[in-house]
């Protein structure tokens, strides 16, 4: 049986219509604006919230209470009472964002459609706080496979949010993700070297969720020549050409030999704005079909 596994991100969701960007937050009345006039963390955000078109608040969290950042700019018992209300206005506009409509017609729904329906992807993974099952239901689809969320999810109010586990300054220790009592161990090392098959949708590999990813992909580009039928399937899926340069340029950042990456698996990466990258979906999609029907015309003659 293929061992596959399917990880989504952010980018997930927005394709599916949603605003679950930081940005989208941070503009919405679900935004903490009185909370913590007097926090230091408060107003720091506030002012890069409005002049950055790509606020991302677990960058400025690091950026404000890295080891290096100003004494004079800190107030820790203000500045953590304002990232609690954070976190508890982010969990509900979040949730209110999950219930929203879907595209149906998304990539990201024909995806989810097709990888439910292989039955064969042992692990699904998400880095969204937004419950898979929900979208799975609203595409009339029956989902067996638990899929588990590396920073918790608004349906049980276990979202994490915060930074990796660089040197912060003192009193700021709270705002690692480590920290948090919904952090848990998980397998999606293994589950990535072990996979067949992996599907990667929305994920930009940023700085604070590299490390996730840097092993496998090391290891992966680092590997020997191999059998062309004993490659991997690595799936990236991004929505535009400047979203795949930089996906590229991330994994570079990773130390990570492109040029053997793609020798030594079967890799490629799917835009889902661009049109000349249908043929790469259909491909996708027949190959997924194939593993069902491998495995159900083999089932059929055992015994």
């Known amino acids: ?97 999950q219930y929203s409509e879907i595209r149906k017609d998304s990539v990201a729904a024909l995806v989810l459609k097709s990888v439910i329906s292989n039955g064969f992807f042992n692990s699904i993974y998400s880095f969204n706080y937004t419950d898979l099952s929900i979208f799975a239901d609203a595409l009339n689809l029956s989902m067996d496979a638990q899929c588990k969320h590396i920073h918790g999810k608004v349906l049980d109010k276990s979202i994490i949010l915060g930074v990796d586990e660089s040197a912060l300054a003192p009193g700021y220790d709270l705002l690692h993700k480590t920290m948090s009592p919904y952090y848990r161990s998980h397998n999606i090392f293994n589950d990535l070297n072990n996979a067949n098959e992996v599907v990667i949708f929305g994920l930009c590999f940023g700085s604070i969720d590299y490390t996730y990813f840097d092993r496998f992909f090391k ?53 889902t704005a661009e049109d000349q990258d249908r043929n790469l979906l259909e491909v996708f999609f027949d190959r997924l079909d194939r593993y069902s029907y491998a495995e159900i015309g083999a089932s059929a003659f055992v015994g």
């Open 219 to 271: 290891n992966q580009g680092g590997r020997d020549e191999i059998e062309v039928n004993k490659k991997k399937n690595i799936t990236i899926f991004t929505k535009d050409e400047k979203s795949r340069i930089t996906v590229l340029n991330r994994l570079k950042e990773m130390g990570i030999n492109i040029q053997n990456l793609y020798a030594q698996s079967n890799f490629q990466i799917i835009r």
């Open 1 to 97: 049986m293929p061992n596959n596994i399917l990880i989504i991100g952010n980018g997930f969701d927005l394709d599916l219509g949603l605003k679950t960007k930081y940005s989208d937050f941070a503009k919405s009345d679900f935004w903490p604006k009185a909370a913590g006039e007097r926090s230091f963390l408060c107003q720091y955000l506030n002012q890069k919230k409005d002049k950055d078109e790509w606020f991302d608040i677990e960058y400025e969290l690091f950026r404000f209470a890295g080891a290096k950042t100003l004494v004079s700019r800190r107030s820790p018992e203000l500045d953590m009472a304002f990232f609690e209300k954070l976190k508890e206005q982010l969990c509900a506009y979040i949730t209110e964002q």
